[in-house]
């Protein structure tokens, strides 16, 4: 399973060789560039840098430079995930030189256009759409139009509208225990203990978490693995970090953080034979080896 970033680098050959297809000024530098507006992750929003994309050029071309990144892609992947699926849709577009995501505004994508011409041009492709955050009615008009699956994240689905549970999941979803973006399982279990001591939000979530699953939380990160792998969903995945059950030290990236991420490695030696023979045990009872 692949993933494909939304958006691409200012200083990538992909700008260089294709200044039209991006907004930028006429020095070449950006005049708008990508993020999102503030959110749970963030209270600034997210912002990050990358130029945004001038889709009338785009689409003037037939979408060229999509469909070759498409082809390519799928050389080397049976399946890939569409980071920030609702950019097709409308996109936050940020002046150049703001220092937050906040002063943006949300703008037009090119919609059903681009994916009817990779369908007629690629076929239907195994495309997953990473739908959290913000996500209007048209972007979900937009990813079931192309019968893209959409996400679940477990760690989101024990607020009071249970929509990332997995009571709740349909067979078309691919489901996480977290995402990059999250803390680990363990960390985020540690965090809502503590944050259960001051906020009833919290202690009322700890009491789903521990009704739904069964457990006391001991092995957080094995009940919420059996959780995801035990559900509807075709697709089930679990970051390295969770199944090596590491806490917050091992978290993958901090949205809004610029500096000091994707650090995290792990050595063969953490996967040892105890957890390889179990999580053996749980795919297979699970239908998924």
């Known amino acids: 399973m692949g993933d494909m970033p939304f958006y691409v680098e200012h200083d990538s050959a992909d700008v260089w060789s294709n200044p039209e297809l991006f907004d930028l000024r006429k020095d070449g530098e950006p005049a708008t560039v990508g993020g999102v507006p503030p959110d749970y992750f963030s209270a600034d929003g997210q912002l990050w840098g990358t130029p945004t994309y001038n889709w009338k050029n785009l689409q003037k071309t037939g979408f060229k430079w999509w469909l070759d990144r498409l082809r390519v892609t799928f050389a080397t992947v049976d399946l890939l995930r569409l980071d920030h699926f609702r950019g097709f849709e409308s996109f936050w ?54 019968a893209f699956p959409g996400m679940a994240v477990l760690q989101f689905g024990f607020d009071e509208t249970g929509n990332h549970r997995p009571n709740n999941y349909i ?44 457990t006391d939380g001991s092995e957080i990160h094995w009940s919420c693995m059996q959780a995801i792998l035990t559900s509807a969903a075709e697709v089930a995945v679990v970051p390295m970090q969770d ?11 901090l949205p809004g953080k610029a500096k000091g991420n994707w650090g995290w490695r792990f050595t063969e030696d953490q996967l040892n034979r105890h957890i390889v023979e179990r999580l053996r045990d749980l795919t297979s009872v699970c239908g998924r080896g």
């Open 171 to 214: 067979r078309e979803l691919a489901c996480f225990t977290g995402t990059h973006d999250n803390d680990t399982t363990r960390g985020w279990w540690k965090n809502l203990l503590r944050s259960a001591r001051t906020h009833s939000a919290d202690r009322d979530a700890v009491k789903r978490v521990k009704s739904f699953m069964q």
């Open 243 to 253: 199944l090596l059950g590491l806490g917050s030290e091992a978290r993958m990236n």
């Open 93 to 146: 577009s940020v002046p150049a030189g703001e220092r937050t995501a906040r002063n943006g505004r949300w703008k037009k994508g090119p919609g059903a256009r681009l994916f009817d011409t990779v369908q007629k041009e690629l076929g239907d492709l195994p495309i997953v759409a990473e739908n959290l955050g913000i996500i209007t009615p048209e972007v979900e008009n937009l990813r079931k139009r192309f």
